[in-house]
């Protein structure tokens, strides 16, 4: 045991709350809050230069889920294993659930009304995979992994909630659970080969689900082929996003002083386009230092699961910065035409309430991973000693 390290790490002691407490990593912990704080500057001036509606519920949103990281940090990483599968079935519970009574907005059925607030199951599906493969595949071997029978089982839970999200309907989010889980497999350790099979089945299906897919989902497609051939109608959001990055040039027009966003020629500024309004006010610049502090998280999170002796922290740990990185690159992406339109926030960036509890939720988990870093875990589920 390294002189450094708390005795408890090691001997599967019960540390008190101060010990956990000053194992958190702090600096990760600033480093989200600048960014959550860039968001509150963007939501600020994406009401015209005021706090309410958009800036002070989510500064609000932000101080809760900050203790809510806290909270999750510091409980044990045997408790998120031992309840990882029944977190899962209880976000499989809630996405039936807004199926049967699901509140609908913007045309699509993807809330469930909480009386306090409005509850979005699918966020909170971004991270319960991530738990539950986690404990399924650090109770298996290596060996085991290579028979495909072993995957049966997590395959099943990737495409029941992606296929339940994409009946609501919400192809963005569908997709990221896919590519999540997908990214969850390499991780345990399946061949490439497997992954090319699948692929191979994917591309051959594609025409039966061109068949299921709605029409506007469609016509997101078609405008992102070719975004000029309905610029009033399909292409308008894309190429108003385009216009607003390009206009904001190298240093951007200046704060509160973006045109396109300002005069309501950009759609959802305060959401899925945030990232449009920061590069037209802040220019190349300000959106390169936000990607900066991205990978900065990024770099965090590979280190704390690298870290990791155990390898459901490790899967858990790689999981979560892989969600970060998807979060990140689908909305960016959309944004700037390099995909279709499709309804990703930017994390801790984009308003909303349930997206900001899951993001900060997960990094409550990563946390978690890097505080009990040192606790041994076997296939089993027990501590090592």
Known sequence: MSALQPHWMDDGAQPGLAEKLSSLNWGLIVLLSVIAGIGFAMLYSAANGAWHPWASAQSLRFAVALLLMIIV??????????????????A????????????????????IDLGVIELQPSEVMKIAPVLALARYFNGVTVEEVGRPVRLIIPSGM?????????????????????????AMFFLAGVRLWKFAVVFAGVAGAVPVAWRFLRDY?????????????????????????????????????????????????????????????????WGLVGGLTLLALYLLVLVY???????????????????????????????MAMVMGLLPVVGVPLPLISYGGTAMLTVMFGFGLLMSVYVHRDVRISRHGEVET
Request: proline content about 3%; cysteine-free.
């Open 301 to 331: 999170g590979f280190a704390i699961a690298f870290r990791s002796r155990n390898h459901f922290g490790r899967l858990l740990a790689l999981g979560i910065t892989t969600n970060l990185f998807l979060y990140v690159f689908i909305n």
């Open 73 to 90: 940090a510091v409980i044990d990483i045997r408790t998120w294993l031992k309840f990882s599968y029944v977190f899962y079935g209880v």
């Open 217 to 281: 989902q469609k016509n997101r497609i078609y405008t992102f082929l070719n975004p000029e051939n309905d610029p009033l109608g399909a292409g308008y959001h894309s190429l108003q996003s385009k216009i607003a990055i390009g206009s904001g040039g190298l240093f951007g027009k200046g704060f509160l002083k973006g045109t396109q966003s300002h005069l309501s020629f950009l759609p959802e500024r305060q959401t899925d386009f945030i990232f449009t309004m920061l590069a037209e006010e």
């Open 158 to 182: 990737v495409l029941i909630p992606a296929v339940l999200v994409l009946k609501q309907p919400d192809l963005g989010t569908a997709l990221m659970l896919l590519l999540g889980g997908a």
């Open 92 to 111: 499989v519970l809630l996405l039936i659930a807004v199926e049967v009574r699901g509140a609908i907005g913007m045309g699509a059925q993807r809330w």
